[in-house]
């Protein structure tokens, strides 16, 4: 099992940008793919972006691809997702989660991540 604490999100103009990251815990991390998703007010969680465990294949959302970009760093337990060109309709709380596989590929699918962290609202002024 691997704990997750989002941090980054904040209050920006459209057209800003963010870092969130996500610090994990657990002697598991470097070998799991990592997820970001996003809640909009009023729906439902949606993927956003993956990268593997090694860092060596990613996968984005039609909507934030080439605006943003995930990256980790398995020395430091840290996933981070560069969100640039916000919009609007990027406002959401953001999670991220750890694969359920061991060296298994950036999935788009919730079902395919098994631990999750609290979220970071992020909110993005017209």
């Known amino acids: 099992q691997v704990q997750l604490v989002e941090s980054g999100g904040g209050l920006v103009q459209a057209g800003g940008s963010l870092r969130l990251s996500c610090a994990a815990s657990g002697r598991t991390f470097s070998t799991r793919a990592m997820g970001w998703f996003r809640r909009p007010p009023g729906n439902e969680r949606e993927f956003v972006a993956g990268i593997n465990w090694r860092s060596s294949s990613t996968a984005y959302s039609d909507s934030v691809k080439l605006r943003f970009t995930i990256s980790r760093d398995n020395a430091k337990n840290t996933v981070y997702l560069q969100m640039n060109s916000l919009k609007p309709e990027d406002t959401a709380v953001y999670y991220c989660?750890?694969?359920?596989?061991?060296?298994?590929?950036?999935?788009?699918?919730?079902?395919?991540?098994?631990?999750w962290g609290q979220g970071t609202q992020v909110t993005v002024s017209s």
């Open positions: 989660a750890a694969g359920s596989q061991s060296f298994g590929p950036p999935g788009r699918r919730r079902d395919e991540y098994d631990d």
